[in-house]
């Protein structure tokens, strides 16, 4: 495992001559957290074009996107899980130190790797809010979109969340939404009030 920076005592620390007030406007994480089918993905697109509709601006972090590139090289085992969400969280405090809104959206099935995204942001005084997209696994197996579930439960996929890898259910999110809070749409709006993210103009 890479050691964080700031362990590390062969590198030292080089800072920035801008000060985070300097920046274009305050930054954040919304971490949405939650099963593979459960909606994250959707509503997080829709937060994102909610955002910048707003003026505010923000930027889509999608674990199943990252994976096409900067975590091509991981897999679905527990450790190349915990280094994919150790990543994201690593990129999505950058974002939000250059004062962009990072959304993302990675199923991150283990608590403590969560508290550690939280921890890598509070190390910076970063904003970071857990939305746990809390959909029953029943219900994101009847939606498979992507048909994983079908394969998952044939066997053509091991290690599938939800089926036989574990997904740790948040016990302290920011904020919990469920598919009966109504739309994406709605969803979006809701979290955003929630956090209270204003808009700019
Ligand atoms: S994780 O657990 O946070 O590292 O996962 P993440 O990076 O979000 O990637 C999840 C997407 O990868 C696809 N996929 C799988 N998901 C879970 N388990 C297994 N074994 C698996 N294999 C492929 C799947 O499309 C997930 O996308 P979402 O959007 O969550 O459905």
């Not at 993905?41 to 707003?54: F, K, P, Y």
């Not at 998952?152 to 939800?162: L, M, N, P, S, V």
Request: negative net charge; proline residues 5%.
């Amino acid at each position: 495992p890479v050691k964080p920076a700031a362990q590390r005592a062969d590198v030292v620390w080089h800072s920035s001559a801008v000060e985070r007030g300097q920046r274009l406007s305050q930054g954040a994480t919304i971490w949405l957290t939650g099963l593979s089918g459960s909606g994250k993905s959707t509503i997080a697109v829709e937060l994102e074009r909610q955002l910048i509709a707003a003026g505010r601006p923000a930027y889509l972090l999608d674990g199943d996107n990252l994976r096409h590139g900067i975590n091509g090289d991981l897999g679905f085992g527990d450790d190349e899980r915990r280094e994919n969400i150790r990543r994201v969280a690593e990129i999505a405090a950058l974002m939000a130190d250059s004062g962009t809104i990072a959304i993302v959206s990675l199923i991150s099935p283990f608590a403590a790797e969560r508290e550690n995204a939280r921890n890598i942001h509070a190390a910076k005084s970063l904003p970071f809010n857990e939305v746990f997209v809390d959909t029953p696994l029943h219900t994101c197996e009847t939606r498979d979109p992507k048909g994983l579930y079908a394969r998952a439960r044939a066997g053509e996929i091991r290690q599938f969340t939800g089926i036989d890898s574990p997904y740790e259910r948040p016990e302290h999110a920011d904020l919990v939404v469920t598919p009966t809070d109504g739309t994406p749409t709605d969803i979006a709006e809701h979290i955003r009030r929630a956090l209270g993210i204003a808009d700019a103009r």
